[in-house]
C-alpha cells in the first residue's frame, strides 16, 4: 500500500470512505511532510496545526454520520490570495501582511463543502505577479519552482499535499505545473468564482487547479464549479457531470499540434524534440495527430495580455501605490507604472482585439478534441531571479480558453517537461477526458528523487 | 491583420509615455526607466497596428 502521501486525491477519497484512511490521520502525515520540508523548500506562509486537525476531525463526524462529499476528509492547500475566515491572507506581500478575512472565498466554501480540510495557506509571488518567492523546486533547489503560484505547485510535487488551489492571470498555474512536474488546469475564464480572491486583474484572473493527476482536477474542478453572484466575471454556464463528459472522450483522441509558428519558434531545441516525441508516442498510442497553424489575430495576444493585466492591476493598486510604493516589489511596482501610463484607447482597443483571438482560437479548437503544444519553452531555469517564461500561458488565459499542462518527461539535466492541452470554452470534460487519455497513454509517474 | 489607420511611430509613443512619467515620477525616473518606457510603446503601437481594417469590422460590437 502506497504511503498516504502519495496518494491522488481520487485514491484519498476512496480509502476515506472506506475507512481504510482516516482524514486526522492522513491530515497529520502531511502536516509531518511539510515539517520535514519546509525548511529545504519554503512552501507554505501559515499552518495552523490545530484548526487543521480540528478540520479533520469533523470530517470524521460527518463521514460517522453518513455524510461524505466528493472530497471528504482530503487536504487542500491555498495560495495565499484566497480569503480564509479568521486566517491571515497576505497575499506574500507587505500591504496585505495583517490582513485577516472574515469571510471563505466562494471557492474555498465550496472545497469545505466538499469534504475538504483545508491544510494551509501557500506561498506565492507578491500579489500574484513576477517577483521571485523563495520557494524552491524540489526536483533542484537551484532552479525556480515558477510562480506565480509557486508554494502551491511545490507542496504538490513534493507530496506536502495532494493538491493546491493557484491562480493564473499570465502563466501562473501551468507553468510552475510544468516546472515542478504536476498537473496544472487553468479552467475557462468564469467557471470558477473568484469572490474572496486578491485580484491581479479581473478580466485576466482565473483560479488554477494544481494536483498529480488529469483526474484529480476533474474532481476539484467539479467541486468549485458554478455561478456566483458575487463575481461580476462568474460564467452562468451549467455545470455538467465532468467524469461523465470525460468518459465521453475515453477513446484515442484527435490532437492538433501546434507545430508552425510561436509555440515551437519560441522553444528551445530539447522541448520542440520532446514535444515531437510525445506527439509520435501518442499517434503510436492511437492518438490522431494533425498539424495546426494559429490563426492571424494570435501575433498580437501576448501584448494584449501584457496591456490589460498592467493597466487592470494598476487601476487595483493605485490607492496603495500613490502611498507605498516603496513597499512592493521591483518588478510588480514595474507593471503598475506601466499600466499607469498605457493610455485609455490602448487597453480598450486589447479587450477589442482579445474578441477577436478568442472567437478565432475558439474556431481552432473546435476542429479537433485538443490542441497540444509544449507547456513552457524550456524546463524551469537554473535562476531563483526569475519566475520563468509565461508566453504559452498568457495568450489562452487572455482569450479565456481552459489549459491542462501534463507532465511528460525529464530534460537532460533531470527536470520536469511537460506538454499543454487547450480547448474550447466550457468543454473543460473534454479537454480533461482528452488529457486524461494522453496521461494514461504517456505512462509516467514523476516524482522528486529527495522528496519521494 | 491589417489596419487601415496610419501605422504608429514607436518614437513618437515612447516621447508621450516619457512626458507622463516625467510628469508623474521626474526626469530620474525617465533616465533609470528606459526599457520599461521602450516596453510600454512598443505594447501600444503593437495594439495599435493590429486593429482590424473597417472593412472587415467596421463596427465596434461584430
Known amino acids: ?452 | 491583420m491589417a489596419s487601415d489607420t496610419p501605422d504608429l511611430s514607436i518614437e513618437e509613443i515612447r516621447k508621450q509615455l516619457e512626458a507622463q512619467a516625467e510628469a508623474r515620477w521626474g526626469p530620474e525616473y525617465v533616465e533609470e526607466h528606459g526599457d520599461l518606457l521602450e516596453l510600454a510603446a512598443s505594447y501600444v503601437v503593437n495594439v495599435g497596428n493590429s486593429l482590424p481594417a473597417t472593412e472587415t469590422e467596421p463596427g465596434f460590437y461584430q
Open chain 1, 1 to 452: 500500500m502506497a504511503d498516504s502521501y502519495a496518494l491522488s486525491v481520487a485514491e484519498a477519497a476512496a480509502r476515506i470512505r472506506n475507512g481504510n484512511l482516516t482524514p486526522t490521520g492522513y491530515a497529520g502525515e502531511l502536516l509531518d511532510r511539510i515539517d520535514s520540508f519546509e525548511e529545504d523548500l519554503q512552501a507554505w506562509v501559515t499552518i495552523d496545526r490545530e484548526a487543521v486537525i480540528t478540520e479533520a476531525k469533523e470530517r470524521e463526524l460527518q463521514l460517522e454520520q453518513g455524510s461524505a462529499g466528493l472530497m471528504s476528509g482530503v487536504p487542500v492547500g491555498l495560495k495565499d490570495i484566497f480569503y480564509t475566515a479568521g486566517m491571515k491572507t497576505t497575499a506574500c506581500s507587505r500591504i496585505y501582511e495583517d490582513f485577516v478575512p472574515e469571510y471563505d472565498a466562494t471557492c474555498v466554501a465550496r472545497l469545505r463543502e466538499a469534504g475538504a480540510v483545508i491544510l494551509g495557506k501557500a506561498v506565492t509571488t507578491e500579489f500574484a505577479t513576477s517577483d521571485p518567492s523563495p520557494s524552491r523546486n524540489p526536483w533542484n533547489r537551484d532552479h525556480t519552482p515558477g510562480g506565480s503560484s509557486s508554494g502551491s505547485s511545490v507542496a504538490v510535487a513534493a507530496g506536502m499535499a495532494p493538491a493546491a488551489l493557484g491562480s493564473q492571470t499570465g502563466g501562473s498555474t501551468c507553468r510552475p505545473a510544468a516546472y515542478n512536474g504536476i498537473v496544472g488546469l487553468k479552467p475557462t475564464y468564469g467557471r470558477i468564482s473568484r469572490y474572496g480572491v486578491v485580484p491581479v486583474s479581473w478580466s485576466l484572473d482565473t483560479v488554477g487547479i494544481l494536483v498529480r493527476t488529469v483526474n484529480d482536477a476533474a474532481i476539484l474542478l467539479q467541486a468549485m464549479s458554478g455561478h456566483d453572484p458575487n463575481d461580476p466575471g462568474s460564467a452562468e454556464e451549467a455545470v455538467p457531470d465532468f467524469m461523465e463528459e470525460m468518459n465521453r472522450y475515453s477513446g484515442p483522441p484527435r490532437l492538433g499540434l501546434l507545430k508552425r509558428g510561436y509555440f515551437f519558434d519560441r522553444s528551445t531545441e530539447e522541448v520542440r524534440r520532446h514535444t515531437e516525441e510525445v506527439a509520435r508516442r501518442l499517434s503510436e498510442a492511437g492518438a490522431t495527430v494533425v498539424e495546426v497553424e494559429l490563426p492571424p489575430s494570435f501575433s498580437v495576444a501576448p501584448d494584449v495580455q501584457r496591456v490589460v493585466m498592467n493597466v487592470e492591476c494598476a487601476a487595483f493598486h493605485e490607492e496603495f501605490f500613490r502611498h507605498r510604493a516603496d513597499e512592493y516589489g521591483p518588478r510588480l511596482r514595474a507593471n503598475i507604472e506601466m499600466g499607469l501610463l498605457i493610455p485609455t484607447v490602448t487597453y480598450l482597443q486589447a479587450q477589442r482585439l482579445r474578441r477577436e483571438f478568442r472567437r478565432d482560437l475558439t474556431a481552432l479548437a473546435q476542429e479537433v478534441d485538443a490542441l497540444l503544444m509544449p507547456a513552457t519553452p524550456a524546463p524551469a531555469p537554473r535562476d531563483l531571479n526569475t519566475t520563468g517564461d509565461a508566453a504559452f500561458q498568457a495568450p489562452w488565459t487572455s482569450a479565456g480558453l481552459p489549459t491542462v499542462v501534463v507532465p511528460s518527461g525529464l530534460s537532460q539535466d533531470g527536470m520536469p517537461l511537460g506538454v499543454q492541452f487547450a480547448a474550447p470554452p466550457f468543454e473543460e470534460g473534454q479537454l480533461l477526458g482528452t488529457a486524461r487519455w494522453c496521461e494514461q497513454a504517456l505512462g509516467l509517474d514523476l516524482r522528486p528523487p529527495d522528496y519521494s
